[in-house]
């Protein structure tokens, strides 16, 4: 065996053969090409070899004097990262190449073999697998963009977003999530601890409009047995639970100016105070807090407190709402079709165009969390491998900027003194009517063409006019 310990940044070949004026012939060959060669005189040292150490592409004879090449292509097959294999063989047949190519080999090449020849047949082999790397890596990329712990979003907002949370996560600093209602501000704080040093401690999340303000600070820094009635024995508040991990107050601008006071000397001091206790008790937490307030504007109405807000806001992050980041929506609504759709059981693909194209129109005024809410009702409602409208329920579409009476028939266009284009004017009319009349009939085609009185075919090429997919 020929070793080589430094390899630089060349293609690393490994040679297999019994045959020892072989391997010095494939490796003078292929080193003059530039190669890394290692070279292996018997199967069993190929796989003593592959269990140790890593090589682009396997040069492997079939017939071997131990054990037969295609065991060697096999375990080859599972290795990490796995090569790319070309077997040759003096004793070459249709069965035996079939039989290797069957097992994953790139090429067969029989002896005697033309040195060019094979020169070729590496040189394809090693760029099939620079290939083969470049879109793993893409695909690995693409599935990062859009999976970002159980963050779903690939769009320019969500993808600086991602990259403020990978910059603070290490951090100990305390962040400030802020965004409407929906927009999945606890997986946020979520993703940070994941990403955090403290991802092996716990994550305690606390909603600070869901507890009682008798309660809160019980639950928060605990209390004593006697403390109030009720008390009957000591309890730990859930700073002190969450010991070296993260605290998640939610909603935190519904917290009372007595609890904000006590918040921000936990803060302050690392240091907690149960009701009824005289002794502080010491605390290693992350704050991390949410809100769909403007505290900024709460401030100045003096509902809460500006220096817990500078304690509490070190680094804000501000989570789009999802009508402004429309591009995340169709992997959104896959990434819930797909969830729901293995919890009930149901063999639903993928949602229609014209579906799509509903949820596209729509304002989302619930964010995420009502888009997710209205797959998981189509899912259930749906008896079709693919989500059609009539499965959609929508709140309040809006179907279009021009007016409408209560009946929903178009009462006019008031033209402005600048004029207007009456083909555009036309043109968006005939759309409105069209998607009206399709969402009426529930997706049913025919339908929808008889309630504009025009016939299938005509419905069908006014509808692909302004839509990029064609009617499903």
Not at 326 to 353: C, N, T, V, W
Request: charged share 30%; glycine share 8%.
């Amino acid at each position: 065996m020929v070793e080589r310990m430094e390899h630089g940044n060349r293609h690393k070949l490994l040679v297999i053969d019994d045959e020892p004026g072989m391997r010095e012939l494939l490796d003078i060959l292929l080193s003059r090409e530039g190669y890394a060669v290692d070279t292996a005189g018997s199967g069993q040292e190929a796989l003593a070899m592959l269990g140790k150490g890593s090589w682009d592409l396997l040069l492997c004879d079939i017939v071997l004097g131990d054990i037969s090449g295609l065991e060697v292509l096999r375990m080859a097959k599972r290795a990490v990262p796995e090569p790319v294999v070309i077997m040759i063989s003096a004793y070459a047949s249709t069965e035996t190449a079939v039989m290797a190519m069957n097992e994953g080999a790139f090429d067969y090449i029989p002896k005697p073999f033309d040195n060019d020849e094979l020169r070729q047949a590496i040189h394809n082999a090693l760029s099939r697998r620079t290939l083969e790397r470049e879109k793993e890596i893409l695909r690995e990329q693409l599935e990062e963009t859009y999976h970002f712990g159980r963050i779903v979003g690939g769009g320019p907002s969500m993808l600086k977003l991602f990259s403020t949370i990978r910059q603070a996560a290490p951090t100990k600093t305390s962040i400030l999530i802020t965004g409407e209602s929906g927009t999945g501000k606890e997986l946020i704080a979520r993703a940070i601890h994941e990403q955090s040093p403290r991802v092996k401690a716990p994550f305690v999340p606390i909603h600070c409009g869901g507890i009682p303000e008798s309660l809160m600070e019980s639950e928060l820094f605990g209390h004593l047995k006697g403390s109030f009635t009720g008390a009957t024995h000591d309890k730990k508040g859930l700073f002190e639970v969450a010991a070296g991990g993260t605290v998640f107050l939610d909603e935190v601008g519904e917290l009372t100016h007595a609890i904000q006071i006590k918040l921000l000397r936990a803060l302050q001091e690392r240091v907690i105070k149960p009701v009824g206790g005289t002794h502080d008790i010491p605390v290693d937490i992350r704050i991390v807090s949410a809100t769909n307030k403007n505290l900024e504007d709460e401030i100045i109405k003096g509902n809460f407190r500006e220096d817990l807000y500078y304690r509490l806001c070190v680094i804000e992050i501000k989570v789009p709402p999802l009508r402004e980041r429309k591009e995340d929506l169709r992997p959104l609504a896959q990434h819930f079709l797909d969830k729901y759709a293995k919890e009930m059981g149901k063999k639903i693909d993928k949602l229609s165009s014209y579906a799509l194209d509903l949820l596209s129109r729509y304002d989302f005024p619930g964010n995420v969390r009502e888009l997710e809410n209205i797959i998981e009702r189509s899912v259930a409602l749906s008896t079709t491998k693919i989500i059609l409208p009539d499965s959609l329920t929508l709140s309040s579409y809006k179907r279009s900027r021009l007016a409408q009476d209560e009946s929903g028939v178009i009462r006019g266009v008031k033209i402005p003194s600048s004029g207007v284009k009456l083909d555009e004017v036309l043109a968006e009319v005939e759309k409105l009517c069209l998607d009206q009349a399709l969402e009426m009939s529930g997706g049913v085609k025919h339908k929808a063409a008889k309630l504009l009185g025009v016939s299938i075919d005509s419905f069908r090429y006014r509808y692909d006019k302004y839509h990029s997919e064609p009617l499903p």
